[in-house]
């Protein structure tokens, strides 16, 4: 996905985890969000944001498709 590019996760549970990922030799966390049932965060890579890691139930839209995360 290219920089600029915007990707949307819902959340299909409450408590369900995204975790921002800094670019460079050593990857850190750098931000987090959590979200309840159906709240719906827009994401975007930057230049600070590389990764972006989601944790729980999760429904997610980008230009590429939609994916379905059901851990």
Not at 18 to 28: E, Q
Not at 31 to 36: A, R, V
Not at 47 to 68: D, L, Y
Request: proline share 0%; glycine share 8%.
């Amino acid at each position: 996905m290219a920089q600029g590019d915007y990707f949307i996760v819902k959340a299909l549970e409450n408590g369900v985890q995204v975790i921002g990922l800094t670019r460079g030799t050593n990857t850190k966390f750098h931000h987090s969000e959590k979200l309840d049932e159906n709240e719906i965060l827009v994401v975007q890579f930057t230049e600070h944001t590389s990764a972006i890691k989601i944790k729980g139930k999760a429904m997610i839209e980008s230009s590429v498709g939609q994916m379905r995360n059901d851990q």
